[in-house]
């Protein structure tokens, strides 16, 4: 007798009946939904990153030092932001529209709540005080400035109130040259 070839469907078929439907995603799999993801996972884009394909990716990072105590500080990995102020979708502050590149999808208070413990600010000179930027040519513009870098500092400021015992790093990109800053 010869065997038959299988088609397409009855392959599909055979692989669905292999997936056990308890078995969840784990962190990084291509997923549909959260229910895809294994538990602390949801199913996400990161359409600031160009990625469009929902990945299973953590909710919250686990904090550090719930998982040992008393090390040095550089002994510790935080979660870090690139040009955490550089969020998809937001107008510059001087009411231009955004040209330059972004990196992030949620505002600098949230990606706090969610765990971020480290952001990444470039600062320049612009309209006489110290803005988040991009530049062009070392030059900040209305289209490629975000907002003032003092509204973020007070978003942290008020997340480090409300959350006495967290730790926040700040890398500052700094290309201020006026003498007061
Ligand atoms: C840049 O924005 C400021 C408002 O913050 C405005 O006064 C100025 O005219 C704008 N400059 C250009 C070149 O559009």
């Known amino acids: 007798m010869m065997m038959q070839k299988p088609t397409l469907a009855t392959t599909l078929f055979a692989v669905l009946l292999l997936i056990p439907s308890s078995l969840a995603l784990k962190e990084g799999q291509t997923c549909v939904a959260d229910k895809n993801c294994d538990s602390g996972l949801h199913c996400e884009t990161c359409v600031a990153n160009g990625n469009v394909r929902p990945r299973c990716t ?21 979660l870090t932001t690139h040009n955490s102020f550089a969020i998809l979708g937001k107008k510059s502050m001087t009411g231009s529209v955004i040209l330059s590149p972004t990196n992030q999808q949620d505002t600098i208070t949230s990606q706090l709540n969610n765990g971020v413990r480290g952001l990444m600010l470039d600062m320049y000179d ?19 400035a975000f907002q003032p870098a003092i509204n973020v500092l007070k978003e942290i400021q008020v997340f480090l109130d409300a959350n006495p015992s967290e730790i926040v790093t700040i890398f500052i990109e700094d290309y201020v040259t006026s003498p007061k800053a």
Do not use: A, M
Request: hydrophobic fraction near 30%; charged fraction near 10%; glycine fraction near 8%.
């Open 126 to 144: 612009f309209q006489n005080d110290i803005w988040l930027c991009h530049s062009f040519g070392g030059q900040c513009y209305n289209y490629t």
């Open 58 to 78: 953590r909710v919250q990072p686990i904090n550090p030092t719930s998982k040992i105590k008393g090390l040095p500080f550089n002994r510790y990995s935080w």
